[in-house]
């Protein structure tokens, strides 16, 4: 930690609500410490703007920790900012310098509709888990989980799927905002694993046809997906959702 | 037991009530289920477990979730673990043992039936996950690994990497969305819970705003079940994500439901510690970080050379030294405790001496740094992003940080609050934790309450009681919906210039100050004062911008926080009159001659019940506490 402090110009979508006119409004921030998140300067500017009797900004954030998933917008262009593996919740002043303007703006996708300010509705990946990302099994049923081996390897390449937090970065970073890694993370997550194999084909099928009812595009192949996503998840999954899309037709 | 409800514990040997009373129970048949509806408030591992296997089982289920997504609720967050005691277990393991452990640890402050239920069904809850596919770490001969953690002595602690709050309630939030598909379970996002309707002292229904149009809306069943979680942010600054609220439980208490032993709240010693005044929470380093770290502290006080510079024989590795039996394992308040007393003393490191190092040096030496990063990378890395620092080459810097809220409504050994039809699973209620949780056991009972538990007691308490329809037209329906409406319409029109942030963290500082690692008389008499004084002010001084349509995150702050005061009172007032040390609830007036917790089993082996009385104080209940399979002793360390 450091006494450090910076001023920096915020640049940030205000909008309303869904279907109402929207802008760019700038706030500057004066003796800031260094060694506050993204998220807590913003917290800091709401708490003069009540003073001075303006709505607040709204901003979706949660757990300030990484994980929920909630936090995410463009900064400067880029989603959840510039440093790489790492949600917007935290990102660190100590990351940019002094005088620095950001631009904050929410996920731009047809799936995802406008809320207010930096808000949007992501409620279209839930409905995409549910058009199968799970395994069918009733509560009771389960047998010894030591009944299915699997390997150290294993078990670590799907957990580095499952550990999507469905922040929509992904989508906010693809021209043609598609949901692409999001499903293909779930589908490597329980395709890797022997409890997810018996509906491995109609799981791929189901949410891929979902995919494209939900309004999300098709992959754009540019990788942007992977460079911005917090929990690092690769791009190479994509591409094994479409062998497994190819296996399923077969 | 002055007016606290029958618990309802079933008799018998201890070993063998759970099975008995299970298969004791009336059951309903599929064509009912299919009539009956229940509400779901809540989905983090408890609520999205519930919900799940409810309509699984034929129930019409209507779910609450306060947030965008299920999978966002709280348990995401959770870190290291999840005990079970598994058949087979070569380190000695038991079920008994986990029992044991789970009721020491909790200083004998739980009951020990819901205790021996929890260690019986802790099994069965990994496998359930496995078969979820929630993928959990394997030994490379492909069996589940296991690792230990803090107050136990053997291996019994199920994960995956540091995330298996994240992987399990993604398990069963898949689940959830499994049945919203199957057109089971209608998932409603992004609403406020606010009140509580009960017809004829029976719960049947809420009342909540939703947080997109602010439109308020009634929701009636025949059940209801609290899953919320715990209420650490009453502290302001905890390891708690910010939306953590105590509105859903706390109005059921103004409603009637008794709150079982507010005062205990687990003080985690491994946090990031606190430093700007905006700072917004204190993020938790799993306990698990000291299976491989070694805590320490400069001998000398005042000492601010670079840790590195800081000769071996200049170092006091104090619980190593206090407690060789466990050392960097002893459970979480002793832990908490003694860096506490060192800092105080002047030993501390960092900004205004308020941390100690957690070093993992000597692990980082002997097993490779490769190692070190498999097991806590993602740790490591929230760490050196918060910090600044560089975790393998620095020692961590923590400190404790208020975490686990133990108390929380009370409920009987079928989870019913004493509001019948009311039921309460999860953190949101107070069983099983006693004054202290155990390391990795805050999932297994929210999973326990959620897969196992609630979904059988339910169906009994269903099938014994009439089950009249109510609609949003019944008198109290209206009734709860004036009310919540009269509190929003206040809360927005008040005068003040200050925003609702500003009183929370100095409720937050009183509640810390007075009723965090350790309290005494004085503190707590003058904590009630200024917290009431406070909730004076906050209602002339606070400015909640905007209206009650449309998303106004002010006002949820301004619901929040007013439900925090009258809690915080109660939290004060349960600290005060439990003159004993026990677990989390460290009485300066009550420890040894060593400084450790002095119990006092003579007075206080009981749950204590709060009863909320209108215009009055409230009334103290007693639920004592019988133990039969093993005696209450005095927990031991050294």
């Known amino acids: 930690m450091s006494s450090r402090t910076l001023s920096l110009k915020l640049r940030i979508w205000r909008q309303d609500g869904p279907g109402q006119p929207?802008?760019?409004?700038?706030?500057?921030?004066?003796?800031?410490?260094?060694?506050?998140?993204?998220l807590e300067a913003l917290d800091q500017l709401n708490e003069r703007l009540i003073e001075a009797g303006e709505r607040p900004v709204n901003f979706e954030h949660d757990c300030r920790e990484g994980i929920c998933g909630s936090c995410g917008f463009l900064v400067n262009g880029q989603a959840h900012g510039p440093r790489q593996a790492t949600s917007v919740c935290q990102l660190y002043l100590r990351q940019f310098q002094s005088g620095a303007t950001l631009t904050l703006e929410p996920w731009r996708a047809s799936a995802f509709p406008p809320v207010q300010d930096l808000v949007v509705d992501r409620s279209a990946l839930d409905r995409l888990i549910a058009a199968g990302g799970y395994c069918s099994v009733n509560t009771g049923q389960a047998v010894d989980g030591n009944a299915m081996l699997v390997g150290a390897e294993q078990a670590r390449s799907a957990f580095d799927t499952a550990t999507c937090i469905g922040c929509g970065a992904c989508v906010a970073s693809c021209r043609n905002a598609s949901a692409s890694l999001f499903v293909a993370a779930k589908l490597a997550h329980l395709g890797q694993l022997p409890q997810g194999q018996p509906e491995r084909a109609r799981r791929a099928r189901a949410l891929q046809q979902r995919m494209e009812e939900e309004g999300f595009g098709s992959c754009s192949s540019n990788l942007e997906c992977e460079a911005v996503c917090p929990k690092q998840i690769s791009a190479d999954w994509i591409s094994w959702m479409y062998r497994e899309g190819r296996r399923t037709a077969g | 037991m002055s007016g606290c409800p029958d618990p309802r514990v079933p008799g018998g040997p201890l070993a063998d009530r759970w099975r008995r009373h299970r298969e004791a129970m009336p059951l309903i048949s599929p064509q009912r289920k299919a009539q009956l509806r229940l509400l779901v408030v809540g989905t983090g591992l408890a609520g999205a477990s519930a919900a799940a296997t409810l309509a699984e089982q034929g129930y019409r289920v209507r779910v609450l979730c306060f947030h965008d997504s299920p999978r966002r609720?709280?348990?995401?967050?959770?870190?290291?673990?999840?005990?079970?005691?598994?058949?087979?277990a070569i380190d000695g393991d038991s079920v008994s043992r986990l029992f044991a452990d789970t009721l020491r640890g909790g200083d004998f402050r739980a009951r020990e039936a819901g205790c021996h239920r929890l260690a019986e069904i802790s099994s069965g809850i990994i496998d359930q996950?496995?078969?979820?596919?929630?993928?959990?770490?394997?030994?490379?001969?492909?069996?589940?690994?296991?690792?230990s953690f803090g107050g136990t002595l053997v291996s019994r602690t199920f994960y995956a990497r540091g995330q298996t709050g994240q992987q399990l309630l993604y398990g069963a939030y898949q689940a959830l969305m499994r049945q919203v598909e199957a057109g089971r379970v209608e998932l409603l996002s992004r609403r406020d819970v606010l009140e509580i309707i009960t017809v004829d002292g029976v719960a049947r229904g809420v009342v909540c705003r939703d947080l997109l149009s602010g439109a308020l809306e009634v929701h009636t069943a025949q059940a209801v079940l609290l899953a919320t979680g715990g209420y650490s942010n009453v502290y302001f600054l905890s390891t708690n994500a910010l939306k953590s609220n105590a509105s859903a439980i706390w109005r059921a208490h103004l409603q009637g439901a008794l709150f079982a032993n507010p005062c205990f709240t687990q003080i985690h010693p491994t946090c990031i510690p606190s430093g700007d005044a905006y700072q917004s929470k204190l993020t938790l380093m799993s306990e698990s970080l000291r299976n491989d770290g070694r805590v320490w502290l400069p001998l000398r006080p005042g000492d601010d050379r670079d840790p590195a510079r800081i000769p071996e024989q200049e170092r006091d590795y104090f619980l190593e030294r206090l407690y060789p039996s466990y050392g960097n394992m002893v459970p979480r308040d002793l832990a908490s405790r003694r860096a506490r007393e060192l800092c105080e003393a002047g030993h501390g490191v960092g900004p205004g001496g308020r941390s100690?190092?957690?070093?993992?040096?000597?692990?980082?030496?002997?097993?490779?740094?490769?190692?070190?990063?498999?097991?806590?990378?993602?740790?490591?890395?929230?760490?050196?992003?918060?910090?600044?620092?560089?975790p393998y080459t620095t020692p961590l810097r923590i400190y404790p940080a208020p975490h686990y809220t133990m108390g929380g409504l009370w409920v009987d050994y079928q989870l019913m609050s004493s509001i019948p039809g009311l039921f309460v699973l999860g953190e949101a209620n107070f069983s099983e934790h006693g004054a202290n949780r155990l390391g990795a056991s805050a999932l297994m009972q929210g999973l326990a309450d959620g897969y196992f538990i609630a979904p059988l007691t339910v169906t009994a308490w269903l099938a014994g009681h009439g089950t009249p329809s109510v609609d949003e037209a019944h008198p109290a329906c209206r009734e709860a919906l004036s009310r919540t409406a009269a509190r929003i319409d206040a809360l927005l029109q008040r005068p003040g210039p200050r925003p609702v942030d500003a009183f929370h963290r100095e409720l937050g500082a009183v509640m810390i100050r007075h009723c965090g690692i350790s309290r005494d008389a004085k503190g707590l008499r003058s904590g009630l004062g200024e917290v009431e004084q406070l909730e004076q002010r906050f209602l002339t001084e606070v400015r909640v911008p905007g209206h009650s349509e449309g998303p106004n995150p002010e006002l949820e702050k301004a619901l929040r926080l007013s439900d925090f005061f009258g809690l915080a009172r109660l939290m004060l007032r349960d600290a005060l009159v439990r003159e004993e040390s026990c677990g989390a609830h460290f009485r300066e007036e009550h420890q040894t001659p060593e400084g450790e917790a002095l119990r006092d089993d003579a007075n206080f082996a009981h749950i204590a019940a709060w009863e909320h009385r209108p215009g009055a104080e409230p009334l103290r209940h007693a639920e004592p506490l019988a133990f039969t399979l093993l005696q209450p002793s005095t927990r031991n360390y050294r």
């Not at chain 1, 802008?23 to 993204?38: C, G, H, I, K, T």
């Not at chain 2, 996950?129 to 690792?147: I, K, M, N, S």
């Not at chain 2, 993992?360 to 806590?376: K, N």
């Open chain 1, 22 to 38: 929207g802008d760019f409004r700038e706030y500057q921030l004066e003796a800031v410490s260094a060694d506050l998140s993204l």
């Open chain 2, 73 to 88: 609720a709280h348990s995401v967050a959770a870190q290291g673990g999840i005990n079970a005691a598994r058949p087979g």
């Open chain 2, 129 to 147: 996950c496995v078969a979820q596919g929630v993928p959990f770490a394997r030994e490379y001969g492909g069996t589940l690994a296991t690792r």
């Open chain 2, 356 to 390: 100690v190092y957690l070093d993992l040096r000597d692990a980082i030496a002997s097993a490779g740094r490769d190692v070190i990063e498999a097991r806590y990378g993602n740790l490591l890395e929230m760490y050196e992003r918060i910090s600044g620092a560089d």
